[in-house]
Structures are given as C-alpha cells and as structure tokens.
Nanobody, 124 residues
Framework: QVQLVESGGGLVQAGGSLRLSCAAS????????MGWFRQAPGKEREFVAH????????YYADSVKGRFTISRDNAKNTVYLQMNSLTPEDTAVYYC?????????????????WGQGTQVTVSS
C-alpha cells in the first residue's frame, strides 16, 4: 500500500535551517505531484508547497516563499523541503501528501495519501 514517511524535523533556533524528507513507497512515485502542508497548535492545516511529478511546476504559500524550497528525487522516491530563515511562526507538524489532482495544489482535498507528520519547533 502507499506509504509516506517524513523525517528531518526537530528543534532549531530562529534563523536556522532544516531539511525535511518524505520517502514514498507502494506506488509509482514519479507520476504523482506531491505537496507539503503544516499544522500549528490550535490552527488548521495549511498548504506550504507543491511540486509536479517531474518538478517542472512548483507553488509556495506566500508565508514561506523565498525561504523554503521544495524538490524531489524520483530515483529515490523522495520529496524534500529545505527550510531556511526559520521563525517561531514556522513551528508546526509538517506533513507530506500525494496529490490526486483536480482541485488545485493548495487544496488539501486534492491529496489522497498523507504521512504521519514530523514536528518542527523553532525557538526564539
């Protein structure tokens, strides 16, 4: 079955960097777009970034544009999220998800499989 496993979260000081990874299995990874979402305590889950199946098309939330970079390695069945210049407002559980298409990259209903999430905590 389809599995998505995130890793790379942790505790970092404001201004620091983290690189999240999401390893996919159980499906043909290279034909699916992928996305990253996050959910902060007491808030709804929100879109972070999206990458098309071959990496040609990328979208970012305005709040992370210029600081975060999404990428993928189809040979390794892995999607990444490089996060730089982190602030306490980036503290959240970060989820990767497989896009099923049809609803736009920012709509979480357009994703059908989700990882378990990885915690990112940014201290001030």
């Amino acid at each position: 079955q389809v599995q998505l496993v995130e890793s790379g979260g942790g505790l970092v000081q404001a201004g620091g960097s983290l690189r999240l990874s999401c390893a996919a299995s159980g499906h043909t990874f290279s034909v699916y777009a992928m996305g990253w979402f996050r959910q902060a305590p007491g808030k709804e889950r929100e879109f972070v970034a999206h990458i098309s199946s071959r990496g040609a098309t990328i979208y970012y939330a305005d709040s992370v544009k210029g600081r975060f970079t999404i990428s993928r390695d189809n040979a390794k069945n892995t999607v990444y999220l490089q996060m730089n210049s982190l602030t306490p407002e980036d503290t959240a559980v970060y989820y990767c998800a497989r896009a099923r298409g049809g609803l736009g990259p920012r709509n979480e209903d357009g994703y059908d499989y989700w990882g378990q999430g990885t915690q990112v905590t940014v201290s001030s």
